[in-house]
């Protein structure tokens, strides 16, 4: 099978690599189709495609759009999109908007609590997109800051619902980000279903409303998944009609999955590559 892996980020988000040594790490690491999906964000694309064409790796425009559905945060990745659709471009606006006012609210909370300075401290990280500043260069300043062991430890005691420095925020809506997918020509896949603070009832009916405004696809083979997750959700997939992606999510070498290194998808499932043009 295609080692496909269409899910990533670049320091244009919350990832490390700039686009340029992302791809290069790509393409190392044997990956043959390859999508940059930074968060909300568009800018890196140009730079990661260019990349890409100077060494030969079969280069998808991609986004992860941050989503409000029934009070939960969720995560919509948008394959094949035109960078340049102005519907896409403002709805992403709309969304990247609060992000540095709840940092703000971040910072203050963990100040409330006696860690100072975490607002410059996590801007620090966000240096190339400060308007992207998120939840993961607060916990890679907290690592710095020797707050915490690594960053992942910051997602354990902080930044989280019920730990201090977690501060809720409303992100676009389901049927807009859909919506903006669509309008820049775009493939809308449901990012890591596992990792949602659902119930198993509402996660379906998350799968049934996504299908219904056009939702293409789902994650079965993602770094955020476990291989018993890996079954669950090829399940799904095929119960509801979807079609299956796989991408490692990638944000740093020392803090997720490798790129291009997951299992294969099984061969029941219809990989979401297929529909994707130029791609095959
Ligand atoms: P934000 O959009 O600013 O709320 O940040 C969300 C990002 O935080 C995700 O895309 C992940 O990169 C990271 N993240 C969220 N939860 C965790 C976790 N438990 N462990 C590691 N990273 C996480
Ligand atoms: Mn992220
Ligand atoms: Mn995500
Ligand atoms: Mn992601």
């Known amino acids: 099978m295609m080692n496909a892996d269409l899910h990533s980020h670049s320091s244009f988000s919350d990832g490390t690599l700039a686009p340029e040594a992302l791809v290069s790490r790509a393409a190392a690491r044997g990956v043959e ?12 694309l140009a730079g990661a495609r260019a990349a890409a064409l100077a060494c030969g790796l079969n280069f998808i425009d991609g986004v992860e759009i941050s989503v409000t559905w029934r009070g939960a945060t ?14 896409l471009r403002n709805g ?19 100040a409330a609590g006696g860690i100072e300075g975490s607002l410059e ?8 997109s400060p308007s992207m ?22 997602f354990r ?3 989280v619902p019920g730990k201090p420095g977690y ?22 896949v449901l990012a890591h279903p596992g990792r949602y603070a659902l119930s198993s009832d509402a996660l379906r009916d998350l799968l049934g409303e996504f299908r219904d405004c056009g939702g293409a696809a789902i994650e079965v083979v993602t770094g955020s998944h476990t291989s018993e997750e890996y079954r ?11 079609a299956a992606s796989r991408g490692s999510d990638f944000h740093s070498p020392d803090e997720s999955a490798e790129l291009g290194s997951l299992p294969d998808l099984a061969d029941r499932l219809v990989p979401v590559w297929e529909q994707l043009a130029g791609a095959h």
Do not use: C, M
Request: proline residues 2%; charged residues 20%.
């Open 232 to 242: 669950r959700f090829a399940a799904l997939a095929l119960q509801y009609g979807l």
């Open 33 to 44: 189709l390859f999508a940059l999906t930074d968060h909300d964000q568009l800018e890196g």
């Open 133 to 154: 500043v998120g939840r993961s260069h607060f916990a890679r300043h907290l690592a710095d800051a020797g707050v915490v062991t690594d960053a992942k430890a910051a």
């Open 74 to 87: 969720v995560h919509v990745v948008g394959l094949d999109i035109d960078p340049l659709n102005a519907r």
């Open 92 to 110: 992403l606006e709309t969304v990247r908007a609060g992000r540095l006012a709840r940092a703000r609210a971040i910072a203050a909370e963990l």
């Open 121 to 128: 401290g996590a801007l620090k990280h966000a240096a190339e």
């Open 167 to 188: 501060v809720p925020h409303r992100w676009a809506a389901l049927a807009d980000a859909l919506g903006w997918i669509g309008a820049a020509g775009g493939i809308a």
């Open 157 to 159: 005691h902080y930044l």
